[in-house]
């Protein structure tokens, strides 16, 4: 996904608020919590400091209550001119920043007008940083936030996790693969609230066990996962903050409250994997049919040590919190940014679409399903401008996107080189063979006085 500056800000200030929003929370216990937040210093999506107002809070929930993640976005801004003219201004900022990653944007915007008497703003130069992934909290590896240790509640926190498994073969490819584990647990009742293995750790394969567990079981209130790549993207960010989940990465090297996530892996190697390699693994549909057997009929009813019950029977005692259909469908659509042509067309991964012609030279934002760039769902200032319609499909799926399962082939019984043959014994019958005229010749050898 094209990284998208408003975007990044809309989820900075989505995951900021993201507390605040909890509907339980009385007036008094979210003006405290505002407050405490104004307070404070946070790290901004460029890694810069920032300290926003009590009044830009406020502002950003009444927004996100209004609109969700669109309401947090900022306006287009229109001058990207200012930015071309001074591109020599912002290569000597990239060389200030890369030589001192400790700079801040409004530090280098400094030294640049003291040499030069030109001033590029701070957020023009936060902007440019993030875009090109030199954003201070990347440069230097800031910690993030992490959770506390237990929920109080089922569906107050799951916990997401990957574990890698066994080799399996590989239906399309001699050989085989690594099977790994995406994983979702209730915090508070240790219920594994669903699993797959999958053959490629991607993000778009823990976006699928994330959206499967919200229609079982509904949406929780937050995720807390590690910094690996399946879970750092945007992607996953930007489907959490539409659907109001709040998400938090442990901090790298420290992760702090997955201790009980070591310990179900734990368990799954070695009451489930050991039995799985000893009889044989034949492929992934295979270990997925029996780790779903083996979950439901063992892993979620035993007596857990730790609670003295069954996660199915404390994760029962909460209540579900259901996802509005058309939400869910939004908030596993993957984004980009493109600029209509003056032939009103847009290319996109390797393919071209026609666009309204009313949208000629707007920057336009597609919504879209990495497995299907066939069909493609146009946004303009928040309004719908339906699909785009497709003028050359070379791509028909995201590059990142996991390859569709395919089936393997009944055998057709057919045995070519028996049939080979039987042909050229066929064709010999009757006929004189070589071996059979050595064996004579030899006879008749064996006769002669």
């Given at each position: 996904?094209?990284?998208?500056?408003?975007?990044?800000?809309?989820?900075?200030?989505?995951h900021l608020?993201?507390?605040?929003?909890?509907?339980?929370?009385?007036?008094?216990?979210?003006?405290?919590?505002?407050?405490?937040?104004?307070?404070?210093?946070?790290?901004?999506p460029?890694g810069?400091?920032?300290?926003?107002?009590?009044?830009?809070l406020?502002?950003?929930?009444?927004?996100?209550?209004?609109?969700?993640?669109?309401?947090?976005r900022?306006?287009?801004?229109a001058?990207?001119?200012?930015?071309?003219?001074?591109?020599?201004?912002?290569?000597?900022?990239?060389?200030?920043?890369?030589?001192?990653?400790?700079?801040?944007?409004?530090?280098?915007?400094?030294?640049l007008?003291a040499?030069?008497?030109?001033?590029?703003?701070?957020?023009?130069l936060r902007?440019?940083?993030?875009?090109?992934?030199?954003?201070?909290?990347?440069?230097?590896?800031?910690?993030?936030?992490?959770?506390?240790?237990?929920a109080?509640?089922?569906?107050?926190?799951?916990?997401?996790?990957?574990?890698?498994?066994?080799?399996?073969?590989?239906?399309?490819?001699?050989?085989?693969?690594?099977?790994?584990?995406?994983?979702?647990?209730?915090?508070?009742?240790?219920?594994?609230?669903?699993?797959?293995w999958?053959?490629?750790?991607?993000?778009?394969?823990?976006?699928?066990?994330?959206?499967?567990?919200?229609?079982r079981?509904?949406?929780?209130d937050?995720?807390?996962?590690?910094?690996?790549s399946?879970?750092?993207?945007a992607?996953?960010?930007?489907?959490?903050?539409?659907?109001?989940i709040?998400?938090?990465?442990?901090?790298?090297?420290a992760?702090?409250?997955?201790?009980?996530?070591?310990?179900?892996?734990?368990?799954i190697?070695?009451r489930?994997?050991?039995?799985?390699?000893?009889?044989?693994?034949?492929?992934?549909?295979?270990?997925?049919?029996?780790?779903?057997?083996?979950?439901?009929?063992?892993?979620?009813?035993?007596?857990?040590?730790?609670t003295?019950e069954?996660?199915?029977?404390?994760?029962?005692?909460?209540?579900?919190?259901?996802?509005?259909?058309?939400?869910?469908?939004?908030?596993?659509?993957?984004?980009?940014?493109?600029?209509v042509?003056?032939?009103?067309t847009v290319?996109?991964l390797?393919n071209?679409?026609?666009?309204?012609?009313?949208?000629?030279?707007r920057s336009?934002?597609?919504r879209?399903?990495?497995?299907d760039?066939?069909?493609?769902?146009?946004?303009?200032?928040?309004?719908s401008?339906?699909?785009?319609?497709?003028?050359?499909i070379?791509?028909?799926?995201?590059?990142?996107?996991?390859?569709?399962?395919?089936?393997?082939?009944?055998?057709?019984?057919?045995?070519?080189?028996?049939?080979v043959?039987?042909?050229?014994?066929?064709?010999?019958?009757?006929?004189?063979?070589?071996?059979?005229?050595?064996?004579?010749t030899?006879?008749?050898?064996d006769?002669?006085?």
């Amino acid at each position: 996904m094209d990284r998208d500056p408003a975007e990044a800000r809309a989820l900075w200030r989505y995951h900021l608020i993201a507390e605040a929003l909890d509907p339980k929370l009385g007036a008094r216990e979210r003006g405290l919590l505002v407050r405490r937040l104004a307070g404070e210093e946070h790290a901004g999506p460029d890694g810069e400091p920032r300290t926003p107002s009590r009044g830009t809070l406020d502002r950003w929930i009444r927004a996100y209550r209004a609109h969700g993640l669109a309401g947090l976005r900022d306006r287009p801004r229109a001058d990207a001119g200012g930015v071309r003219r001074h591109a020599a201004l912002l290569d000597e900022a990239i060389r200030l920043r890369l030589e001192q990653p400790a700079r801040s944007a409004a530090h280098i915007g400094e030294i640049l007008f003291a040499r030069h008497a030109v001033r590029l703003s701070e957020r023009t130069l936060r902007e440019q940083f993030a875009r090109r992934g030199l954003t201070r909290g990347e440069l230097l590896r800031d910690g993030r936030t992490f959770g506390r240790y237990e929920a109080d509640h089922p569906n107050e926190r799951w916990i997401g996790d990957v574990l890698v498994g066994p080799f399996v073969p590989h239906p399309r490819a001699p050989g085989s693969l690594r099977a790994r584990l995406f994983l979702l647990v209730d915090d508070h009742s240790r219920l594994l609230v669903h699993g797959r293995w999958v053959g490629n750790e991607t993000l778009r394969a823990g976006q699928e066990v994330l959206h499967a567990a919200i229609l079982r079981r509904g949406l929780p209130d937050s995720l807390y996962t590690d910094n690996g790549s399946a879970y750092s993207g945007a992607e996953l960010a930007r489907s959490c903050a539409i659907l109001g989940i709040r998400l938090i990465h442990s901090r790298p090297y420290a992760p702090e409250g997955r201790g009980k996530q070591e310990r179900l892996n734990r368990v799954i190697r070695e009451r489930f994997l050991l039995e799985a390699t000893q009889v044989g693994i034949a492929s992934l549909e295979e270990l997925n049919d029996r780790f779903s057997a083996w979950v439901e009929r063992y892993l979620n009813v035993r007596v857990h040590s730790e609670t003295g019950e069954s996660p199915l029977a404390r994760y029962g005692s909460g209540s579900v919190r259901p996802a509005d259909p058309e939400l869910l469908r939004a908030a596993f659509l993957w984004s980009a940014r493109r600029r209509v042509s003056r032939a009103a067309t847009v290319s996109f991964l390797g393919n071209a679409y026609q666009v309204d012609p009313a949208l000629r030279g707007r920057s336009i934002e597609l919504r879209y399903r990495p497995e299907d760039l066939a069909h493609i769902e146009v946004w303009f200032e928040r309004r719908s401008f339906g699909l785009l319609a497709p003028l050359v499909i070379a791509h028909h799926v995201h590059p990142m996107a996991p390859p569709a399962p395919r089936p393997v082939p009944p055998p057709t019984g057919i045995d070519y080189l028996g049939e080979v043959l039987a042909a050229e014994e066929a064709e010999t019958t009757g006929a004189i063979a070589y071996r059979q005229l050595t064996r004579a010749t030899d006879a008749d050898e064996d006769e002669t006085p």
